[in-house]
């Protein structure tokens, strides 16, 4: 459902700035070891956790992401932790 446009407000509901968020990262398998690039999604808010299986051994991780002015900080564990 949309709001009326007197009812939006862009900086409460996309807080992270200016539009230069970061939207990848590289991290390390916990399975493999591998390196794998990953796409984020900042609108997704500043705090994120969701599962997502790695594209070289295809083992699932829980991948958490936190923002800070726009900067990710990405970590990935196996999932059964």
């Given at each position: 459902?949309?709001?009326?446009?007197?009812?939006?407000?862009l900086?409460a509901?996309f807080?992270?700035?200016?539009?230069?968020?970061?939207?990848?990262?590289?991290?390390?398998?916990?399975?493999?070891?591998?390196?794998?690039?990953i796409t984020?999604?900042?609108g997704?808010?500043e705090s994120?956790?969701?599962v997502?299986?790695?594209?070289?051994?295809?083992?699932?991780?829980?991948?958490?992401?936190?923002?800070?002015?726009?900067?990710?900080?990405?970590?990935?564990?196996?999932?059964?932790?």
């Amino acid at each position: 459902m949309r709001l009326p446009d007197d009812e939006f407000d862009l900086d409460a509901d996309f807080p992270l700035g200016d539009g230069s968020a970061d939207l990848g990262a590289t991290v390390q398998c916990p399975y493999c070891g591998e390196e794998v690039e990953i796409t984020l999604d900042p609108g997704s808010g500043e705090s994120q956790q969701y599962v997502e299986d790695c594209e070289v051994c295809c083992n699932p991780w829980r991948v958490s992401v936190s923002y800070h002015e726009g900067q990710a900080d990405v970590s990935v564990t196996p999932l059964d932790e």
